[in-house]
């Protein structure tokens, strides 16, 4: 459970995306939340189990990509099978596992490694898109 809840977090925030009305009715929210994962909507997997597996015509998002290491995020899109497309989102700002940073986090390697490859297309935010608040905003330039 304490894996899913940023997921949940965010699917939360889609669902619901009226600011003034949510969480009204917390559980008929939570009960459209299961919904979504029990029609196989989303699924979950972790990432240790990976290994081995061909993914075919699957949407794969990988969130917090930055805290990957290379051969993390290397082992991830080497697993694409036909028809799959893989998402990586992250923040190289937000970095919070030790031996990583800016520069040599996956999310960095794999932008730098898969430039100008007719398969990928890439998109980065400025600092001022950021989506969550003015006070993350204000940690991201200052800390």
Same mark, same amino acid.
Do not use: W
């Given at each position: ?21 949510? $969480? ?12 979504? &994962? ?10 240790? &189990? ?8 699957? $949407? ?19 697993? +694409? ?9 992250? /923040? ?6 030790? &031996? ?8 960095? $390697? +794999? +932008? ?9 297309? !890439?998109?980065?935010?400025?600092? /001022? ?9 204000? +940690?991201? !330039?200052?800390?």
């Amino acid at each position: 459970s304490p894996l899913m809840r940023p997921i949940i977090d965010n699917l939360e925030q889609l669902i619901d995306s009226n600011e003034a009305e949510r $969480y009204e009715n917390e559980r008929e929210l939570a009960e459209k939340i299961e919904e979504i &994962f029990d029609r196989h909507v989303i699924q979950t997997e972790a990432l240790n &189990f990976i290994r081995g597996r061909s993914l075919e015509k699957t $949407y794969l998002i990988i969130d917090e990509a930055q805290n990957m290491t290379p051969n993390q995020v290397k082992g991830i899109i080497t697993r +694409a099978g036909k028809g799959t497309k893989i998402i990586l989102v992250g /923040d190289p700002n937000q970095i919070d596992r030790p &031996f990583l940073d800016e520069r040599t986090n996956g999310l960095t $390697y +794999a +932008a730098g490694k898969m430039k100008g490859s007719p398969l990928c297309y !890439q998109l980065t935010m400025r600092v /001022d898109e950021c989506e969550r608040s003015p006070l993350a905003l204000d +940690a991201v !330039q200052r800390l």
